[in-house]
């Protein structure tokens, strides 16, 4: 029997970060056309996933804290369901299958067995729906796309590697977060003093025990001190999106914008196309509080955007290496040409910040504490927050899986503490698109702000038609 292989820090501190009101799962829904069998969808993943180890292996904690140990007693169809939409009198089958992925983003899975579970929903618009459910836990997004690739028509297998001990975790951590903060870095850095020199020195050894209650209680004060700037970040402004949440989920998605009108819109105005993405986010966001007769004028809000820390060749080893950056988004500024300044300016100031690099050394340390000092350090994060946010690539060209066409993707992104609100932006097969999930207490129809990105996005294709094409856009 595989000696059990302990769980990283951050893996734990993103395995505890369950709540009552927030689950750390990430969930997405797969459209294909024709039909896909029960049958087959199990035999790809027997072939497909589970050549990754993680898949068959499940969380046990012991005196030590977490490790991942095989499932001796595992079973695919424990994992794999297949269903049919239950839709009420008057619903479409979309406003369906959105209720369905809410319901199933709100429910826990079990920590008895393997953190994932997919949902085959058979005869969806003529065609099949996959949902997959996949804790937090065992890998971030772009290393879960890695994997979701690797199972399509024509995917490759991952590498074969040998089993990583906890102790090669230093090594990688040491690389991507250690050498970049030099003595000189960190004494730049005035208002972290040395809490945060110290605390990278835990991070770099890791296979160092805690030496008992005195050792713990001094980690403590060192993350204290870590978090003190994050503590010093104004709260982002009031709106009817921040609260406390109760739960219980909606999600919605849009049809797909052409990338290469973004683009077109990025080089016309001078910005990248993630300037232009996150402007119609803004946008969409202020006109649908504005709908509900609130005042946006001058307000922003603040969105913790996830960083890659890893060579994206590494991405099939699963696991969680990135961090995170508070990106502000101006919701009150109401002409499009100004909001993508505004949104470019703020991406800018982010630009060679070593927030990402900090945020993901606090989130590291918070695995070692307790959960009430746990959630102490995430609660922190929700209160300066009112989203989180992601945008992750997809291949260009549609892919093929069991022999059908994969024509929609998209997937929705957890919020911890008490954030209710998770915006996804992914591109796929020459498009992009916007995913939202949302707590049913904030924004019970998250629906209405997904159907703004449009119109915001128009708004800007139409000044860059206006634009002196030939003549680069200068300000």
């Known amino acids: ?70 499932d001796e007693d595992f079973a695919l169809e424990r994992h794999v369901v297949r269903e049919r939409l239950q ?63 690797s199972i399509t028509d024509g995917g490759r297998a991952p590498p074969r590697r040998r089993r990583m001990s906890h102790a090669h975790e230093g090594d990688w951590l040491a690389d991507a977060v250690i050498k970049p903060l030099t003595d000189v870095t960190v004494k730049a850095i005035g208002m972290y003093g040395e809490g945060i020199a110290k605390s990278l020195d835990v991070l770099a050894h890791p296979q160092q025990g805690l030496q008992g209650s005195l050792d713990l209680a001094r980690i403590g004060y060192q993350l204290v001190s870590d978090v003190t700037a994050l503590a010093l970040m104004p709260d982002d402004s009031p709106t009817r999106l921040k609260g406390t949440p109760v739960g219980r989920k ?24 993630n300037d232009v993405l996150l402007a119609c986010v803004a946008g969409a966001i202020g006109h649908y509080l504005r709908d509900l007769g609130d005042e946006t004028a001058g307000k922003e809000i603040r969105a913790m955007v996830p960083v890659n820390l890893r060579p994206i060749e590494e991405a099939y080893k699963l696991g969680n290496r990135f961090g995170l950056a508070p990106l502000v988004l101006p919701i009150g500024i109401q002409n499009p040409i100004e909001r993508v300044y505004a949104v470019r300016a ?14 993901f050394g ?89 159907d703004r990105f449009a119109p915001e996005f128009e708004k800007l294709l139409l000044v860059a038609l206006m634009l002196p094409w030939g003549e680069e856009a200068v300000r």
């Open 1 to 70: 029997m595989p000696l059990p292989e302990s769980m990283s820090r951050v893996d734990t501190a993103w395995l505890r970060m369950d709540s009552d009101v927030n689950l750390m799962t990430i969930v997405g829904i797969w459209l294909l056309e024709p039909a896909v069998s029960y049958e087959a969808l199990c035999e790809r993943l027997g072939k497909g996933l589970l050549c990754y180890p993680r898949f068959r292996q499940k969380v046990v904690e012991d005196a030590l804290g977490y490790s991942w140990v095989d």
């Open 87 to 149: 839709r009420r009198r008057g619903q479409s089958e979309r406003a369906a299958l959105q209720e369905r992925v809410g319901v199933l983003a709100a429910t826990p899975l079990d920590r008895a067995r393997p953190l994932w579970q997919w949902h085959l929903v058979e005869g969806y618009e003529g065609g099949s729906a996959i949902i997959a459910r996949i804790h937090h836990c065992i890998g971030d997004g772009i290393a879960l796309i890695s994997v979701m690739l």
């Open 250 to 273: 909606r999600v919605a998605w849009c049809e797909p914008i052409p990338l290469d009108a973004v683009k077109a819109i990025g080089k016309a105005l001078n910005c990248s196309v």
């Open 346 to 359: 703020r991406m800018s100031e982010l630009k060679g910040s070593y927030q990402p690099l900090l945020a």
């Open 362 to 450: 606090v989130l590291a340390l918070a695995g070692l504490l307790i959960k009430p000092g746990q959630d102490m350090v995430t609660n922190l994060f929700a209160r300066k927050t009112t989203a989180v946010m992601t945008n992750v690539p997809g291949p260009r060209e549609p892919l093929k899986f069991c022999g059908s066409t994969l024509r929609q993707s998209m997937f929705w992104v957890p919020q911890s503490g008490h954030i209710g609100m998770g915006v996804s932006i992914l591109s796929y097969g020459g498009g992009v698109q916007f995913g939202l999930i949302t707590d049913r207490k904030l924004c019970p129809h998250p629906q209405k702000i997904i």
